[in-house]
Nanobody, 124 residues
Framework: QVQLVESGGGLVQAGGSLRLSCAAS????????MGWFRQVPGKEREFVATINWSGGSTRYADSVKGRFTISRDKAKNMVYLQMNSLKPEDTAVYYCAASPIGGVPAIGRNFNAWGQGTQVTVSS
């Protein structure tokens, strides 16, 4: 089972940037697709971005396409989410997740490991 720990959340003004990091335990990390999801209280968890096991393929939600970039450093067992041009509607708790499924899954039930989440707040 992959263990995940997110960091990098915080408070930023609209138009600003943040980079989220996700540290993964070493065991089998390299074979997992990695994703980011977000959730606002009272709403369902929302897919944000996924990167496949090799880092060669990515997938984004339409709401973040062109503003967010997911990447991974297999040597460091790290996954990142660079968030630019942030909007107040990006405010949420962001979760890192790992999936044993090939490709770039975007459905939460395809992920079997989750981090504890990191809060991102974008002020207007």
């Amino acid at each position: 089972q992959v263990q995940l720990v997110e960091s990098g959340g915080g408070l930023v003004q609209a138009g600003g940037s943040l980079r989220l990091s996700c540290a993964a335990s070493a065991r089998t990390f390299g074979s997992y697709a990695m994703g980011w999801f977000r959730q606002v209280p009272g709403k369902e968890r929302e897919f944000v971005a996924t990167i496949n096991w090799s880092g060669g393929s990515t997938r984004y939600a339409d709401s973040v396409k062109g503003r967010f970039t997911i990447s991974r450093d297999k040597a460091k067992n790290m996954v990142y989410l660079q968030m630019n041009s942030l909007k107040p509607e990006d405010t949420a708790v962001y979760y890192c997740a790992a999936s044993p499924i090939g490709g770039v899954p975007a459905i939460g039930r395809n992920f079997n490991a989750w981090g504890q989440g990191t809060q991102v707040t974008v002020s207007s």
